[in-house]
């Protein structure tokens, strides 16, 4: 494994209060990094399923899942990184748009299969699912037109079959 | 049938096995003593300050094995304890702390007494609870016990809100917990084990590290067979000295920054290392880039986190040390390893300690703190559980006294913490009023919780307290001296007489100035049928050796050197 190749750890947790800033304290205060952290029901009745992208050399990484693995409120913490899986993450960009752009942005968002979920007279708000690489290219494409502002969700991901 | 929830947790605490809570009351807390009365088998123990109530319970759990209690009111008595948690987290000792809060409706209001306690302590406790029902109550103290117990042991904190204190609510103690996400690995992997007997059984120079797994697993017999079955030389951690007898032929003492010359020898030199319930903390592994270089690495330890963390394992064992041990030593095969321990006994007679006996007749009269702890060993016959802080006085009684006996060493290890050794050494009189508890001190650390003697005279706790008075905080001085140039930057202490301090509180003392006064003062302090405080004023400038620079690796152990010695005296 590359040095600070981008892990994902998914980690099925107790839907209770507090849990999440567990596991925020735990990454500070072990000095772990956090690129991005989704978190929301899973399937089962109150537990949670967290998402947590980190990006440092395994042995690191290994420790991150090792010391998320002993929080009580913690029930499983797996590294999926070599794991044939499915990730997504959602982005709202919201782009300027004059009478002129317009249909120029409606096009590139049609080629990436984006949604455009607002209009207003000077702006469009783009939905955009799908791998990070494709929500940074469409990001790319849109900045010559001007982004007024992106929220993003961070990585949430499953593992494939089964 | 329905209780308050003061009741529910003293009812709890009874059904835990608990007989003694070292605490504090408050405001926050008032409902729950209140009840006590109502439940004499409790015996709480009024300390004088939510520090010493942790350490006193920390102190108090090493000693015993059982969990130790302590119980402190909201706000400042929470954070009061927070040094003490602290300390019980980073030595695994098994602490509940109980901490009142302000009434519910007051949570997050900034009321009077108000601290968020489980945010504060969230990175120093293995798990926390703030109680919002009294229904949870039982179930909460259940769980909270099976946790700091359980696997690695580490301090559990419960917060109860005020009101919840005065909640009715039907009492049933759960017989069991439902924690889907806790779980420890007791047995280990069968094909690790092989592995490492293998290992062991090809090893030509071996060498055992022994850790506080050993004691708090109980591991004794289990680790004294391997070592003679297979005749592996031994070192400790500070913390795992007394896991293994000190007289044993192979036993070669405290390894690490502090440790003995032959220790460190032996670890640089051995081709295989097999740590077992310890952590590779830095003080005992210094430079790890430079530690044990030819060695590959058995690593047994309960909690899987440890493995890898500061030094990579080449077999690691994750399970219970007792348990895998058992395993273990059924593959292991005899081996002698004659020229491995003939240079390793080679070693230890050409880098020894530093003889007490032998430094003070070079240089007459003055007392020396070596010489102290040798005669407390000498008079106690290492039949004594010896209690300290940390500094120079922690490690004169780690490589001067003899400890032959299991578990008779506490001391704060972890984290470091002056004034941990009186209150700590009260816990473990309390807990073990048979034996004979010696609470090692600087004169700097006994400054921190001095208060404590009001709790021990009030408890009649018959503590021996020897303290190692120099005059300075003697390790800071220390690294003083032989890092920054002998600037003794506001390190030296202007002292009160300790003597009449003691007698303030009732409790008699003397003073020792003297070589030839050792003896009886230690004779005298052991016939009192109570406590009784000792202050040895010691040569100010004496130095800890054998010592590794920081920074360095175990193979830059400086021995005493002549010139420093020379410079002191």
């Not at chain 1, 699912?129 to 900045?143: A, F, H, N, P």
């Not at chain 2, 007289?247 to 290392?273: E, F, K």
Request: proline share 5%.
């Amino acid at each position: 494994m590359n040095s600070n190749t981008k892990h994902t750890l998914v980690a099925l947790v107790e839907d209770k209060p507090g849990v999440l800033n567990r596991v925020a304290s735990l990454f500070r205060r072990r000095g772990f990094n956090i690129q991005s952290l989704a978190v929301g029901s899973s399937e089962q009745p109150g537990l949670s399923r967290m998402t947590i992208v980190v990006a440092d050399d395994s042995t690191v990484v290994e420790q991150v899942r090792k010391q998320l693995d002993k929080l009580i409120n913690v029930v499983k913490v797996s590294d999926i990184t070599d794991e044939d899986t499915v990730a997504r993450e959602l982005a709202l960009i919201k782009v300027k748009a004059t009478a002129s752009t317009r249909s120029e942005i409606i096009q590139i968002v049609d080629v990436f299969r984006a949604n455009i979920v607002d209009v207003a007279l000077d702006s469009l708000t783009v939905e955009v699912t799908g791998d990070e690489d494709k929500v940074e290219s469409l990001i790319k494409l849109l900045r010559g037109f001007g982004i007024k502002e992106i929220s993003r969700t961070g990585r949430i991901a499953l593992t494939r079959g089964a | 049938m329905k209780k308050t929830g003061a009741q529910i947790l003293c009812e709890s605490l009874i059904r835990e096995g608990v007989e003694v809570i070292f605490g504090i009351l408050g405001g926050a807390v008032l409902p729950i003593y209140d009840t006590f009365p109502q439940y004499p088998q409790l015996r709480h123990i009024l300390v004088r300050h939510e520090q010493g109530a942790a350490h006193a319970a920390d102190g108090y759990a090493r000693a015993t094995g059982k969990a130790g209690v302590c119980i402190a009111t909201s706000g400042p008595g929470a954070a009061n304890l927070v040094t003490g948690i602290a300390n019980a987290y980073m030595d695994s000792s098994p602490l509940i702390a109980i901490t009142g809060q302000v009434a519910r409706p007051f949570i997050g209001k900034d009321a009077f007494q108000e601290a968020d306690i489980t945010g504060i302590t969230l990175p120093i406790t293995k798990h926390n609870y703030l109680v919002t029902d009294a229904a949870e109550l039982a179930k909460t103290v259940k769980e909270a016990f099976y946790i700091a117990q359980t696997g690695r042991p580490s301090p559990v904190l419960i917060d109860i809100p005020r009101d919840v204190q005065q909640e009715e609510a039907e009492f049933v103690y759960p017989d069991k917990v439902d924690l889907p996400g806790y779980k420890f690995i007791s047995q280990g992997h069968p094909a690790q084990i092989r592995r490492a007997a293998k290992a062991i059984n090809e090893a030509s120079q071996p060498v055992i590290i022994a850790g506080r797994g050993i004691v708090i697993s109980q591991a004794y017999d289990e680790l004294k067979e391997l070592v003679e079955k297979a005749q592996i030389p031994l070192v400790s951690t500070l913390l795992g000295i007394a896991s293994f007898p000190g007289n044993h032929i192979l036993n070669l003492g405290m390894l690490g920054m502090h440790g003995t010359a032959y220790a460190n020898m032996a670890v640089q030199d051995a081709d295989l290392v097999i740590a077992i319930g310890m952590r590779f903390d830095d003080r005992a592994t210094a430079n790890t880039k430079g530690f044990a270089p030819h060695a590959r690495i058995i690593h047994i330890d309960i909690d899987p986190a440890e493995i890898d963390k500061n030094v990579p394992a080449d077999i690691p064992i994750v399970g219970d040390v007792k348990t895998v041990l058992k395993a273990l030593n059924q593959e292991i095969e005899s081996r002698d390893h004659l020229d491995w321990l003939s240079q390793l006994e080679q070693w230890r007679y050409e880098h020894p300690l530093p003889d007490p006996e032998l430094v003070s007749g070079e240089r007459g009269d003055e007392l020396l703190p070596q010489y102290v702890i040798r005669q407390i060993y000498e008079a106690t016959q290492g039949d004594a559980i010896i209690v300290t802080g940390v500094g120079q006085n922690q490690m004169w009684a780690a490589q001067h006294f003899i400890y032959t006996k299991p578990n008779s060493f506490i001391s704060a290890g972890g984290l470091g913490t002056m004034g941990f050794e009186l209150p700590a050494a009260m816990g473990a009189k309390v807990g073990c009023p048979e034996e004979m508890v010696w609470c090692i001190a600087g004169d700097g650390g006994f400054q921190m919780t001095i208060q404590e003697l009001g709790t021990i005279r009030q408890e009649n706790t018959a503590v021996k307290i020897a303290i190692i008075n120099n005059g300075y905080l003697g390790m800071v001085r220390q690294w003083q001296e032989l890092f920054y140039g002998r600037r003794y930057v506001d390190t030296k202490l202007w002292n009160p007489d300790f003597v009449k301090i003691a007698e303030a509180y009732d409790i008699p003392g003397i003073r020792v100035k003297h070589r030839e006064e050792v003896v009886p003062a230690v004779d005298k302090a052991m016939d009192y049928p109570g406590p009784f405080l000792l202050d040895f004023l010691v040569e100010p400038e004496e130095n800890v050796f054998p010592m590794v620079p920081p920074g360095e690796s175990l193979a830059k152990t400086l021995e005493v050197p002549k010139g420093l010695a020379s410079l002191n005296g």
